[in-house]
């Protein structure tokens, strides 16, 4: 499979990669629904008479829309349909669009001249605590090695459901927020800004299909055809608020200063050949959440900090998203096993993925263990937490055994200093 259009080989967006984001441009002041290849985008709104064929023909008007709910909330096989019909599109032999010239010229768009903007009406958002390295780090740190992972940990996917309406795209500044703390054990609290900032290195999956009605059960074999794509996440974190707020309901403020998303949702269909084993599970789950088939990621992902005051960026962070210790089917079971609704467009966060070394933890809490191994960079600057200014930039691809690279693009957002409050 070869496309006309041409792009370096290091490319995130190759044919065989088909992101699916929403953007707008000089050509289109209104948002559309746009695929990544090489360097530009495909308008689905101006090819949408192409997708002709038996599933999509009556569904054309779903690329038309500004988000990508009423896509998601197809099925399946509609997904497949429309991933072949825009790789054929593509693909060199095929002249419809090749050969069209005033087409091209209506239907691509430079990505550099492009604003992306979050792709989907986010409904509901889930965030998970499913990295075994994660956890145990974090255990260790606040209750011993002896006690480092709660019991529940390895019976059941840990969540929370956060809050949707700061969750933001690729490039949006996020603010030190202010709160309440606890900076002496057993003093009184202070409130002013937080002073311990952090970034969290996450994924996170939309769900799709059709929508689940209250009291419905999607159990993990049964959870694939409800999961559309992934992007990278960045849950940023303000640690000290966190540690004060959070008991016993978990996290409240220290969470919904805002979440970063990447603009590009890279589906299952793409991420297929990348699939590797689970990890191993030492405890049976109980049936709901039990899958027979391999349904893990090889998705190598990096963490860039770059600070205001220098022009070089350190990578900090490599982990890989294999290193979750439960699926995401597992963690749809248990947000459903309730009788939790779905709706297209819900967002699952797998929680910071770490690995079992120290320069593949997805926190500074982790990388700095909490303050005291500060970090150096290339500037030779040192942070224990996030400055102000500081730019936290996140990466994920994969490469198969053919050398076929399929990626992500940037989650990157700048930490603005905090807006003083007049009293």
């Not at 495909?42 to 896509?71: I, M, R, T, Y």
């Not at 019991?151 to 840990?158: E, G, L, Q, R, V």
């Amino acid at each position: 499979m070869r496309s006309f259009i041409e792009y370096s080989p290091n490319s995130d967006f190759p044919i065989e990669n088909l992101p699916y984001g929403v953007f707008t441009s000089p050509k289109n002041v209104e948002k559309h629904i746009g695929v990544a290849i090489g360097e530009w985008i495909l308008d689905l709104n101006v090819v949408s008479h192409l997708f002709n064929g038996p599933l999509l023909k009556d569904k054309q008007h779903v690329f038309k829309e500004e988000k990508l709910n009423a896509f998601m909330g197809l099925t399946r096989p509609h997904w497949i349909e429309a991933r072949k019909t825009i790789q054929s599109l593509l693909d060199v032999t095929n002249t419809i669009l090749q050969n069209d010239s005033q087409l091209r010229e209506r239907a691509f768009v430079k990505q550099r001249e492009a604003k992306m903007h979050v792709p989907a009406d986010i409904g509901d958002y889930s965030d998970f605590y499913s990295s075994i390295h994660h956890a145990t780090n974090v255990g260790i740190m606040f209750r011993g090695k002896e006690n480092a992972l709660p019991s529940n940990w390895k019976h059941i996917p840990i969540g929370y459901h956060g809050r949707s309406s700061s969750i933001v795209i690729s490039g949006t500044p996020i603010t030190r927020p202010y709160g309440q703390t606890l900076p002496v054990d057993g003093a009184e609290p202070h409130f002013g800004p937080c002073r311990l900032m952090d970034f969290e290195l996450e994924m996170a999956c939309f769900i799709g299909g059709p929508p689940t009605k209250v009291g419905e059960r999607v159990i993990a074999k049964e959870a694939e055809d409800k999961l559309f794509g992934f992007v990278l996440m960045n849950d940023w974190s303000a640690r000290d608020i966190q540690k004060w707020e959070y008991v016993p309901l978990g996290p409240f403020t220290a969470k919904n200063l805002g979440t970063s998303i990447s603009p590009w949702i890279v589906t299952i269909e793409a991420l297929r050949p990348y699939i590797v084993d689970n990890y191993p599970q030492d405890i049976t789950p109980f049936p709901y959440l039990r899958h027979d088939d391999k349904f893990n990621f090889d998705i190598k992902l990096e963490v860039d900090l770059k600070p205001e005051s220098s022009p070089v960026a350190t990578t900090i962070s490599r982990s890989n998203y294999r290193f979750l210790y439960w699926t995401v089917k597992q963690q749809l079971a248990q947000q459903t096993i309730t009788g939790c609704n779905l709706r297209p467009g819900d967002l699952l966060g797998s929680g910071t993925i770490s690995g079992d070394t120290s320069d593949s933890y997805g926190s500074m809490l982790e990388l700095s263990w909490k303050g005291t191994k500060p970090l150096r960079l290339l500037n030779s600057d040192e942070r224990k937490f996030l400055q102000d200014g500081d730019t936290v930039i996140l990466r994920g691809y994969c490469i198969d055994e053919n050398g076929v690279r399929i990626g992500f693009g940037n989650c990157e957002g700048k930490l603005l200093p905090a807006v003083p409050i007049q009293e």
